[in-house]
């Protein structure tokens, strides 16, 4: 999901959000698939990750040249784009950890338990109201993300519970963007997270050369290894740009149920480019799981909407 958020628009300018979002569905999932077929090929985890990073921000910086943004930021924003890096590191080498063996379709399903994480974080944090209800939503979504976990931990072993990792860091990652996003432009707000991104990994990369660590030893990559890498960062900037303007067409409550339809991509990449096929649990917790995060999506409309017409009145929906 996306902690930016659009005004409402009208119907007919609607129509060009939910293209570029169902856009992204289609595009995100191609950046796991060659995350995948890096990790296949040889290279480690780290060097993956650190790849989405360069790449993306090659090819951001010409964008905000074109577009014309500015390019400096306040000291305040500084530290909040480091931060928001950071998260994204983690969260991009969590994810890239557990597809590394297990097929894309679950991993993918185990994080998308990340909305129920960023609506208790976002209680903790920001003092949103969570009723009963989505509490309850958000258990029966962590128990739609064991229902996934359960066959690939046998399958798999501990490295199944790095999605785990992804959805709890990509929260905060959320959270960062939530705050940051009044401050600087979406297209400003990437190039700097890839470029404070690139500032992180490249010189941990550096100093793990040659330490036989191998999530973190970089490798000189060969073949169409080249072609993965450059494809991690690519597909990473152009699905999160077409998430970007589809939030300029259409609000978020309007195009936040179609992030599920991510999974359906996944689920037919996976199994035209590696064979994989969720089995009937794994079918099941990942009907659980977007189920319960739809649910959540529609009482935060139904809230938002009762705080439109009674602004004056406090109103909590359970």
């Known amino acids: 999901m ?41 290279i480690p985890v780290g060097q993956i990750t650190t790849a989405r ?22 000291r305040h924003v500084a530290g909040l784009l480091l931060l928001r890096a950071v998260f994204l590191i983690l969260s991009t080498f969590s994810f890239v950890s557990g597809i590394a063996v297990m097929p894309v379709a679950d991993a993918l399903a185990i994080a998308f338990v990340e909305p129920f994480v960023l609506l208790i974080l976002g209680s903790l944090i920001f003092g949103d109201e969570v009723g009963p209800r989505r509490i309850a939503a958000c258990a029966v979504g962590f128990l739609g993300a064991l229902m996934v976990i359960q066959p690939s931990l046998a399958a798999f072993g501990p490295v199944a519970l790095w999605p785990l990792g992804t959805a709890f860091f990509f929260a905060f990652y959320m959270l960062v963007t939530r705050a940051m996003a009044p401050l600087i432009h979406p297209v400003t707000m990437q190039l700097h997270t890839s470029l404070a ?70 689920v037919a990449l996976g199994y035209l480019v590696f064979g994989d096929f969720p089995n009937l649990l794994t079918w099941a917790g990942i009907a659980t799981i977007s189920g319960s995060g739809l649910y959540i999506i529609y009482r935060e409309r139904l809230r938002a909407r009762i705080n439109r017409q009674a602004p004056a009145i406090p109103v909590e929906v359970p």
């Open 2 to 42: 996306t902690a930016l958020s659009a005004p409402a628009r009208s119907s007919d300018r609607i129509l060009p959000g939910v293209t570029l979002m169902l856009a992204f569905c289609v595009l995100a999932p191609l950046l796991d698939v060659a995350s995948k077929l890096a990790a296949q090929g040889g």
């Open 53 to 74: 990073f360069v790449v993306q921000g090659a090819l951001m910086l010409p964008v905000l040249w074109i577009m014309g943004l500015p390019w400096r930021v306040s």
């Open 197 to 266: 991104g690139m500032a992180i990994c490249l010189p941990l990369m550096l100093a793990f050369d040659g330490s036989g660590l191998a999530a973190l030893d970089p490798v000189l990559p060969s073949g169409l290894n080249w072609l993965w890498l450059f494809g991690v960062g690519f597909w990473a900037c152009l699905s999160h740009m077409c998430m970007t303007y589809a939030l300029k067409f259409a609000p978020s409550a309007t195009l936040a149920p179609l992030h599920y339809s991510e999974i359906i991509a996944a």
